[in-house]
């Protein structure tokens, strides 16, 4: 898994591919939104605090905020809603979306 680390006050940004699951064990069955401590990947982020803001699966489908389960759903979307662009006036497109919880499947 990927974990792309922000840090809004400095602006600086870090990518890091963690591959051992029970690093990860503490990120799974959380919600976007929520705060997860960092100790977890290592003395490097003791005493971090993470939050989860968003992420994408294997096959590329993004998180949607909101929908309360770890497995993709087919929602219908209309303008003004996030993970959609409307490109005709007043179309509405059915488009699949993974739930907001974190599972082992993100990518």
């Not at 005493?47 to 489908?61: M, P, S, V, W």
Request: charge should be positive.
């Amino acid at each position: 898994m990927k974990l792309n680390i922000a840090n809004p006050t400095t602006g600086m940004q870090k990518l890091i591919e963690v591959d051992d699951d029970k690093k990860l064990l503490p990120f799974f069955d959380k919600r976007m939104a929520s705060e997860v401590p960092g100790d977890s990947l290592g003395d490097e982020f003791k005493g971090c605090i993470f939050r989860i803001a968003g992420g994408n699966d294997k096959q590329g489908f993004p998180m949607k905020q909101g929908i309360l389960c770890n497995h993709r759903v087919r929602l219908l979307f209309k303008k003004g809603m996030s993970c959609y662009r409307e490109r005709r006036s007043g179309c509405r497109k059915r488009k699949s979306v993974r739930g907001c919880v974190v599972g082992p499947d993100l990518a």
